[in-house]
């Protein structure tokens, strides 16, 4: 296995998301660029993750060497941003995403080229399993959402984060909140130096605000509570993905990536505290305080029930109608079928 950082240059400006939308995967040079060909000796497994906890079962997989016992060598590829791990897939660059990459960004990917990939899990999350949160400064007079009207509001990069952020503060009454996009990894840093008034933001943020004593949790699990309707519901907002090209090219490969994917899960799920320790190097916690983060949920492709794909559905049907995505896209299509 080989980890390595994947350009930041490759931010997608809303022009370009614009452009993929509407002409697809070819209106980039970038994007219509040749797969890479494959070296004969040997098949190496581009996989592209965010640094953000969700990601777990995937560094697991790559640190306790699952990946590797089953004859595979993955190299997992660090993007700054969903919207990166989804266009180095469209481009050729990358045949899979790691859960935490965002379900609407892939969805984009998939409306500019369908059939692009298959979900193979995701991890949904919620006022329990906490992923998704809002941060203030420590010392911030804000108590609620609410309360953030008029304010300047950070969210994550790429077309996800921004519209969730916006929608969220809508419907908890903070109008007139101005959203701007900002790498997740320096939320904690605006924040302190008050460049910001709040953040929407994933774990690990949470955590190293509140262990370097400079930023309080606001509210979590905000988009079951405020998009879904139900701060329990499941929120899919990330996918672990296989490019279509990679699984019909490779079939039994594919088969033992998602079978060793899986017990990264299973890790998470039975041995939490031993599992937490694979954030190191992936996110920005270090050492011990991996054991303070919360950890989302995980759902394999075949655990879909039909009120879990109601939910994820209802998710995306919220970018139909806020026109990130040009046209309804059906979840359970994009289930991997084993």
């Not at 509001?153 to 101005?178: C, Y």
């Not at 910001?196 to 943020?205: G, I, K, S």
């Not at 011990?288 to 075949?302: D, I, K, R």
């Amino acid at each position: 296995m080989t980890r390595q950082e994947a350009p930041t240059s490759e931010i997608t400006t809303g022009a370009t998301r614009r452009s993929l939308l509407k002409h697809g995967a070819a209106a980039l040079g970038v994007l219509a660029a040749p797969a890479i060909v494959r070296a004969q000796s040997g098949l190496k497994i581009r996989i592209g993750y965010w640094p953000v906890a969700a990601g777990l079962p995937f560094f697991a997989a790559v640190e306790k060497g699952y990946f590797k016992e089953a004859g595979l060598d993955v190299e997992a590829l660090k993007f700054a941003g969903a919207q990166q791990v989804m266009e180095a897939m469209l481009a050729g660059r990358s045949d899979g995403s790691a859960n935490g990459t965002g379900s609407g960004n892939l969805g984009v990917g998939e409306l500019a080229s369908p059939g692009l990939f298959k979900i193979i899990a995701t991890n949904p999350s919620n006022a329990k399993y906490v992923l998704d949160e809002f941060l203030v400064p420590k010392d911030s007079p804000v108590k609620s959402i609410a309360e953030l009207k008029g304010k300047r509001v950070a969210s994550g990069p790429g077309i996800q984060n921004k519209v969730l952020a916006t929608v969220v503060l809508e419907r908890a009454g903070a109008t007139g909140a101005t959203v701007m996009e900002l790498p997740i990894g320096q939320h904690v840093a605006a924040l302190a130096a008050g460049q910001v008034d709040a953040v929407y933001t994933l774990e690990p943020t949470g955590t190293v605000g509140r262990l370097n004593g400079t930023t309080r949790m606001l509210e979590a699990g905000v988009i079951a509570k405020y998009i879904l309707g139900d701060a329990l519901a499941p929120w899919h907002g990330g996918s672990a993905t296989l490019t279509t090209e990679f699984i019909k090219k490779y079939p039994a490969e594919a088969k033992k990536y998602i079978a060793a994917y899986a017990k990264g899960i299973e890790l998470v799920r039975s041995k939490p505290d031993e599992a937490r320790q694979y954030l190191k190097g992936y996110t920005a916690i270090e050492g011990p305080l991996t054991g303070e983060v919360p950890l989302a949920s995980y759902m394999l492709y075949n655990e879909f029930k039909p009120a879990d794909i109601a939910a994820f559905q209802k998710f995306f049907d919220l970018f139909t109608e806020k026109g990130v995505f040009e046209k309804k896209l059906d979840v359970a299509s994009m289930l991997f079928k084993g």
